[in-house]
């Protein structure tokens, strides 16, 4: 795989790069690969700023997912918007099982109760 071209131009918070048009964003990548309304484009070197034709994919919302998926990429543990603990706190929630009751355990860390039974049934945090 060629190297990345990257955009030169504007680029937003999220990383991408975007040429201004009349109120609306239009993003680089898009233009790069000809993409219409509706289509999915990836980017298959995950470098939002890369507009090499050669790294970018049209495909679907699934094919994006599972891009996302298996590239260890999805919003868990303490990258997700509401998570309130991180994966340095986890094994010390986890140490007060059969210690202390859920509740107690709640509190001290500043969650809900139902928080403490998934971490400790490893329903949620299965990565720590």
């Not at 891009?67 to 868990?76: I, L, S």
């Not at 929630?93 to 971490?119: C, E, M, N, P």
């Amino acid at each position: 795989m060629d190297a990345c071209i990257e955009w030169k131009g504007a680029v937003r918070k999220d990383g991408y790069g975007t040429i201004p048009s009349f109120g609306t964003t239009i993003y680089a990548h898009r233009v790069a690969i000809g993409a219409k309304n509706g289509d999915v484009v990836r980017h298959l070197c995950d470098n939002r700023k890369c507009v090499n034709p050669a790294h970018l994919r049209i495909g679907s919302q699934a094919d994006n997912i599972a891009d996302m998926v298996a590239k260890n990429r999805q919003a868990r543990g303490s990258r997700h918007g509401c998570a309130k603990l991180d994966e340095e706190t986890i094994p010390f929630v986890r140490a007060y099982h059969g210690v202390l009751d859920s509740r107690k355990t709640a509190k001290i860390f500043g969650v809900g109760q139902q928080t403490i039974l998934r971490i400790w049934n490893k329903e949620t945090w299965r990565h720590v």
